[in-house]
């Protein structure tokens, strides 16, 4: 049995400043009716926790170990009084990932926090997530000793300091809290790093075991804010004029809208109509103009689609938005084939210059796309009729491909010995079902995902969450947990192929726990099937990307109280009766759906770009260097 002993003055002091910041409302309101002093002796653990809720993080999602356990200690007695929430998970992975939704989906921050070694190594490896979708979250790893008085259990075991300070730089920004006041600097540095406007991403605190409990003064007027930082655009309209010009010359302008353009709906619309352009889609980018509009003309890249690559191909005149040109996006850069000049918008130089023949308009992706708009004459997209008509011809081309996909039955599965629906069809029922109930999506790698993006009909930014950024398989599922920290915790699809659900399934256990309401759907073809498909594809034999071991999902995840696991069945109908049983449940719901995986062309949607990987390499690498984008 564990017992409390009687609390020290210290944390009795402790706890008594959470209350009075609880009471008050905020570190700041506390100062403010000097309820809180403005210097005060604390320890480091505790002044960090102060420095993050000064910049509105209150909330933690943490696997404790014996690297945390001081500032463990702080956490608890600030939520005995109310200030601060922190949920324990079951793995770093999984729980990086959760924090990155919370952040991607409902623009709240938060922290990781791990023990050293194992646990931040696993941190840090989902925070790759992070860094690649450009999410700000902040990243608290317990860290070796600054005594050097030995090896500590769990450091890298080399004679040599700061090497996780040293790894996580490499990822993020890091800052090794070596000396307790330089919690201020560190805090200055993170807050830009998770806040940034155009290139957020983890920053990563390491705290030695002994600075946390070690004490400082520290003045909480001097602990900085979140930065408050105004929009930029260029300064004079010369590159913009340069612009509008180029558009009203060009016959065939197609917008190439990336991840960044998420939450600028409206500008990217007004822009396209204005400028008579087609837009395609980064893979991460559906519903940023609607499903439905004309100009919309679905994602294009090495996956693509029909109408995407055509227009990304056909373009005279390409305007990018907000995409660092991933290799999915632009197909390995030879997607653009007719180019002759390019639109660069983008608040990072380095994105904006990325492509030659380039007018880069940098700054605020909304305010630059807004100003290029309201510079075209009305004039500039009355030449772009035909251009638009050949694009709405694919797209009407791509619809019908797709939904001969949709409607197909259930197709013979040699691994099952009977039929079972296909991935795609199984897919658009799942992602109508989402919609119908206003529910949020969320995609990781794999099939599932691509297929995913290239199904999804969604009007607006916000509805989808797919990690296009790593493909990480197990994101998907553990996103549903950052709902348990959300304010207004909205309901949320899983979509998992088979191999990425187990990749993280300790979110059957964690969803229970901290009351989360969402529905994990798994599309199990028993594979790996994106990777048999490129085995396939490129060599002609597909190679231990799949396995013999048939898993009960349905029984696994009924095994977790509180979960309720339905199986999807084989057909359209009995899918569709399963996910209303499923969202019925008042918790966390898994489906199994059992789907096709064969030579059936009926069985995919189809690859439409070009890829740098494999066998392709040689080829995709001779048109690169022959092309002068
Ligand atoms: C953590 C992680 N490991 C490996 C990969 C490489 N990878 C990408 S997709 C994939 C297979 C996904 O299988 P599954 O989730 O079952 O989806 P399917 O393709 O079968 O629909 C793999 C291994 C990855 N993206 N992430
Ligand atoms: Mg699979």
Known sequence: MLTRSPESDSVRQMRDRARAIQA???????????????????????????????????????????????????????????????????????????ATALRWQYGELSAVVTSIGPGAMQAFAGSLAAASNGVGVYHIYGDETTFGEGYNMQQVPKQEQGLFGRMTAILGQSYVLHTPEAVRDALRRGALCVNHPYRA????????????????????????????????????????????????????????????????????????????AAVVLSPGATGVLPDAHAQNMHVGGSKGSISGNYAMAEADLLIVIGSRAVCQADCSGIGYKSAQAVININGDLADALHYNKTVALVGDIGVVTERLAA????????????????????????????????????????????????????????????????????????????????????????DTFTETGASYMGFAASALLGSALAEQPRYGVAFCGDGSFMMNPQI??????????????????????????????????????????????????????????????????????????????????????????????????????????????????????????
């Open 24 to 98: 008050a409302g905020g570190v700041q309101q506390a100062l403010g009716q000097g309820s809180v002093p403005k210097l005060i002796e604390c320890t480091l653990s505790e002044a960090l926790v102060l420095g993050l809720l000064k910049q509105g993080v209150a909330k933690y999602f943490a696997i404790f170990g014996h690297g945390s356990t001081d500032l463990g200690n702080v956490l608890r007695i600030y939520e005995e009084e109310g200030v601060t929430r922190t949920i324990n998970c079951r793995n770093e992975v999984a729980m990086a990932h959760a």
């Open 201 to 276: 991403g983890p920053f990563y605190l390491l705290l030695p075991l002994n600075a946390q409990p070690a004490r400082l003064t520290v003045n909480l007027s001097g602990l900085p804010n979140g930065p408050d930082l105004p929009k930029l655009a260029p300064a004079d309209d010369t590159a913009i004029e340069q612009a509008a010009a180029m558009i009203s010359g060009a016959a065939k302008v197609a917008i190439k809208a990336g991840g960044g353009t998420r939450g600028h709906d409206a500008a990217v619309r007004r822009l396209a109509e204005a400028a008579g």
């Open 375 to 462: 510079r075209l004459g009305a004039a500039a997209n009355k030449n772009k009729r035909a251009w638009l008509e050949a694009c709405a011809a694919k797209k009407a081309e791509w619809a019908a491909y797709k939904r001969q996909r949709f409607e197909c039955p259930p197709i013979h599965d040699a691994a099952r010995g009977e039929p079972v629906l296909a991935q795609p069809a199984a897919i658009k029922i799942v992602a109508d079902f989402a919609k119908q109930i206003d529910a949020a999506k969320f995609f990781d790698a794999g099939d599932v995902q691509a297929n995913g993006f290239q199904i999804v009909e969604d009007d607006r930014s916000g």
């Open 508 to 629: 059957l256990i964690d969803a229970v726990e901290h009351g989360v309401r969402g529905m994990i759907v798994i599309f199990d073809n028993r594979r790996m099937a994106a990777i048999s498909g490129l085995q396939l594809a490129q060599y002609n034999a597909e190679f231990r990307t799949s396995d013999k071991v048939a898993v009960d999902y349905v029984q696994l995840a009924a095994s977790v109280a509180g979960v309720l696991a339905v199986g999807g069945g084989a057909s359209a109908e009995s899918l569709r009766a399963a996910l209303q049983a499923a969202h019925r449940h008042d918790g966390l719901s898994v489906v199994h759906v059992p789907v096709y995986c064969g030579p059936d062309e009926l069985g995919g949607l189809g690859a439409w770009g070009q890829w740098n990987v494999g066998n392709w390499c040689e080829d995709m690498q001779k048109a690169w260097i022959e092309q002068d984008l």
